[in-house]
C-alpha cells in the first residue's frame, strides 16, 4: 500500500489471518514510544494478541459513502427499522475495511455485520472513512419484508 504525506490513516497487519488489513484513524496520542492501543474487537479481527508486533502504514482514506453490510445474525430480518440502529451504531465506528466483521448493539445483545462493500460515488474502496460523513447504508444477504395486505373474506 502506498502511504499519503501528512495526516493519514494507519493499516494494521499481524501474522496470517484471514484478514490481512484493517483501517483506523488514530483517536490520540497517548501510547508510550513504539506502542499502539487497539481496541478488542480490532485484536479478534486481527488475530492479535497483547505485545504482538504490528507494521502500521500511513494511508490517506476516501470517503465511504455507501455501504454494503452482510447480517451474520438470524434475527436480523425481525428489527424494526435497521437503518436507525445502524445510524446510531456506525458512531463507534471511524473507518470501515471491506472483509471486516463489525459489532452491532441491537436490543441487549451483539449482532456481527460483515462489510461487503465500501464505496465512494461510482468508485469501490477496500476501505474508507466514515467518520462525520453522511453514510448510506444498504443491507444484502437480508429477506425482503412482503407488505401487509388486506385479507380476502
Same mark, same amino acid.
Not at 456481527?112 to 465512494?120: G, H, K, R
Not at 466514515?130 to 385479507?151: E, L, M, R, S, Y
Given at each position: 500500500e502506498e502511504?499519503?504525506?501528512?495526516? %493519514? @490513516?494507519?493499516?494494521?497487519?499481524?501474522?496470517?489471518a484471514t484478514l490481512e488489513k484493517?483501517?483506523?484513524?488514530?483517536?490520540?496520542?497517548?501510547?508510550?514510544? !513504539?506502542?499502539?492501543?487497539v481496541p478488542k474487537w480490532m485484536m479478534k479481527t486481527l488475530r492479535l494478541k497483547p505485545r504482538d508486533v504490528v507494521e502500521l502504514t500511513w494511508v490517506r482514506l476516501k470517503e465511504g $459513502? =455507501?455501504?454494503?453490510l452482510r447480517p451474520r445474525t438470524k434475527d436480523f430480518d425481525n428489527w424494526a427499522n435497521p437503518q436507525a440502529v445502524m445510524e446510531s451504531e456506525l458512531k463507534y465506528y471511524s473507518a470501515l475495511t471491506v472483509g471486516s466483521t463489525i459489532k452491532i448493539d441491537y436490543k441487549d445483545a451483539h449482532h $456481527?455485520?460483515?462489510?461487503?462493500?465500501? =464505496? !465512494?460515488g461510482e468508485e469501490q474502496l477496500d476501505g474508507g472513512n466514515? =467518520?462525520?460523513? !453522511?453514510? $448510506?447504508?444498504?443491507?444484502?444477504?437480508? *429477506? @425482503? *419484508? *412482503? %407488505? @401487509? %395486505?388486506? @385479507?380476502k373474506d
Open positions: 502511504g499519503g504525506e501528512g495526516e %493519514g @490513516k494507519p493499516k494494521k497487519r499481524s501474522r496470517p484493517l483501517y483506523c484513524h488514530v483517536l490520540d496520542w497517548q501510547a508510550p514510544r !513504539n506502542y499502539v492501543f $459513502a =455507501q455501504i454494503t $456481527a455485520m460483515e462489510v461487503v462493500a465500501v =464505496q !465512494n466514515i =467518520q462525520d460523513v !453522511n453514510v $448510506a447504508v444498504d443491507f444484502t444477504g437480508v *429477506k @425482503k *419484508k *412482503k %407488505g @401487509k %395486505g388486506k @385479507k
